[in-house]
């Protein structure tokens, strides 16, 4: 009996040792699983996250794309219209009449003619320029201002007459015929080169100031032509700050009619009309 009750108090040891101990051993191999099923979420979660990243990238490109792409096509024709006029400013035809230039440099071509149209008293100017003139000093007359044509068409004829008249003066006071010459063409216009041959020139002063000098810019007369005339297609000839250019002195009261469509732009722009027709010409 002793015996068989320590056996049986023996297994009972066994039992509850196997019972206490097989447990222990599958937790421990139950969380190696755990430990590398981690690594594989890691692997895997990447994957499921990139696909969804991908996804939405992919949609908002192309979104982008498509707007962008019609912001651009309605970019493109807008530089075209902006260029187009710009060109089209860059040249004018010089050979037109009323851009005629005539200066120390560019002679009265010998075939040149017009009709001529009185503006004021005996003084005339080219048909095609005059109503203008007549309508500019109707203008002035109602705003207080009198204008007074003192010069307009001279023919090379008569700028010939008085070229030579100061030619022989010279003579006559000590100069020999070349020097004559070379400096008679300082103090009057080379015969051919004087804007007034044209018929588009006027010197405009007022009944109380009427000589040819620079004090005449001050008068209420000069301003009003100054700040005027371009709306009548004239444009001030010869400005104080173009002199080299010109190769004229300063003459407020000389006026050139180039028409409106170019007497606004030279007058706001501030250049001559050499720098004009340099920046500008083109014959066609
Ligand atoms: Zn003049």
């Known amino acids: 009996m002793p015996i068989i009750g320590a056996f049986l108090m023996l297994l ?11 447990p222990s051993g ?16 890691i692997s895997v979660d990447p994957t499921p996250e990139k696909t969804p990243e991908v996804a939405p990238e992919l949609p908002q490109e192309e979104p ?8 651009i096509t309605p970019e493109d ?17 010089t050979s037109l009449w009323n851009l005629i230039l005539v200066n120390p440099d560019n002679f009265l071509p010998e075939d040149y003619s017009f009709e001529k149209e009185q503006v004021q008293g005996n003084y005339y100017l080219d048909s095609r320029a005059a109503p203008y003139a007549k309508q500019m000093i109707e203008d002035a007359k109602k705003e207080g201002i ?21 030619i022989n003066d010279l003579i006559s006071e000590g100069y020999s015929e070349a020097d004559a010459k070379v400096k008679a063409a300082t103090i009057v216009a080379v015969p051919g080169t004087s804007e007034h041959h044209t018929g588009l ?3 405009i002063v007022t009944p109380s100031y009427q000589r040819l000098n620079a004090g005449y810019a001050e008068t209420d007369a000069a301003k009003w032509l100054k700040a005027n005339a371009a709306k009548y297609g004239f444009i001030l000839r010869y400005p ?36 004009f027709i340099e920046l500008y010409g083109a014959k066609e």
């Open 12 to 22: 009972g040891i066994i039992l509850i040792l196997f019972v206490i101990f097989y």
């Open 26 to 41: 599958e937790t421990v191999s139950e969380n190696d699983p755990v430990v590398e099923n981690p690594d594989q979420t």
């Open 64 to 71: 982008e794309n498509a707007p962008a792409d019609p912001e």
């Open 77 to 93: 024709p807008e530089p075209v219209p902006e260029v187009t006029p710009e060109e089209e400013k860059m040249t004018v035809d």
């Open 146 to 166: 009198d204008l007074q044509i003192c010069s307009s068409i001279r023919d090379v004829d008569l700028q010939t007459r008085l070229f030579n008249n100061k």
């Open 201 to 203: 020139a006027l010197d």
């Open 240 to 275: 104080q700050d173009k002199t080299e250019i010109t190769k004229i002195i300063f003459e407020p009261w000389h006026y050139r009619y180039v028409g409106t469509e170019y007497s606004e732009f030279i007058m706001s722009e501030g250049i001559c009309f050499e720098e």
